[in-house]
């Protein structure tokens, strides 16, 4: 369009970006969630007076968890493609149709669902970017926003000093918002950008087995490791293999997967995005409770526990 950038700036394309959840087991598979009870989440620490924003695919209107919309993605409103409803469950599900049996780690927390993606799941650098800035602007007027969900990956090589995206989330890190991002999913020596960036609270997941008993978990298989910029990457695990949360009706999750579905509400999820919404909700539990932690204390605390 003969724009120009200014002398010394780093041009980068606007590119596709992927969600990180695994492959679906089927339901039929002990439709039995642990992940709580791995985690040791206390119940007196629900999340209470914290909103975490969900960048990710939208988040359907389920009546279980106390959500607010802001759609950047150029399209219709709503989770059309089922990722990002099912981790609102995880994060701050109130479990109401299980009688709590699929509750999610903080499940008085807010929801701020910053949609990025079209109905198919598709997004990009430039439009996650947007989803970025609604997250500051929404951070000026609620200082209860304290915590950022993004299970989101780009092939980025740029270091994070360069890297768009993880630029705009440092800045938000500096400005007292945790931002929790995942792994990824192609195994060890995969890690990519943003979960590269030493500075934010990367996630790998763990397979609790389906039991409360944190001792025979297992790194799952898929769990993205490595050295990246001079730092072992992830910082912490959590559960992300079979667990169950909320299914966004008619989305692609679930017509693509009927085998998945628990009862009429939940759905069975795998991967490293599944992962860190359980520790995003483990940082908004946090949080809500020491609300004087800044997030690298957050960050501290988790990798210490």
Do not use: C
Request: charged share 15%; glycine share 12%; proline share 8%.
């Amino acid at each position: 369009d003969g724009a120009r950038p200014p002398t010394g700036a780093t041009v980068v394309p606007d590119t596709p970006m992927r969600f990180t959840s695994a492959g679906v087991p089927a339901a039929a598979d002990l439709p039995v969630t642990t992940y709580r009870q791995s985690i040791k989440a206390p119940s007196a620490a629900r999340g209470a007076g914290v909103t975490v924003a969900l960048v990710d695919t939208g988040v359907a209107d389920t009546g279980e968890v106390d959500v607010t919309h802001v759609n950047v993605s150029g399209g219709p409103q709503g989770d059309g493609y089922g990722h990002g409803t099912f981790l609102s469950g995880l994060i701050a599900g109130n479990g109401n149709a299980s009688d709590g049996a699929y509750a999610g780690v903080a499940p008085d927390a807010k929801v701020l669902d910053v949609q990025v993606a079209d109905q198919d799941g598709s997004t990009s650098l430039a439009k996650v970017l947007a989803g970025l800035q609604a997250v500051a602007d929404h951070r000026a007027d609620d200082p209860s926003l304290k915590v950022l969900s993004l299970a989101l990956s780009t092939g980025s090589p740029l270091p994070p000093y360069l890297d768009p995206l993880t630029r705009g989330l440092r800045t938000l890190w500096a400005d007292g918002v945790t931002v929790v991002v995942a792994a990824g999913n192609d195994g060890p020596g995969t890690v990519s950008s943003p979960a590269s960036d030493p500075a934010l609270l990367a996630v790998g997941a763990t397979d609790d087995r389906k039991t409360a008993d944190p001792g025979d978990d297992t790194l799952a298989d898929f769990s993205a490791s490595g050295r990246t910029f001079g730092v072992q990457r992830p910082d912490v695990s959590a559960p992300g293999v079979s667990l169950v949360s909320l299914k966004a009706p008619g989305s692609i999750a679930d017509t693509e997967n009927p085998d998945a579905s628990v009862a009429d509400k939940y759905f069975k999820g795998t991967g490293t995005s599944m992962s860190s919404a359980v520790a995003a909700g483990a940082v908004a539990a946090l949080v809500g409770v020491r609300g004087s932690l800044t997030p690298d204390q957050v960050k501290r605390v988790l990798m210490g526990t």
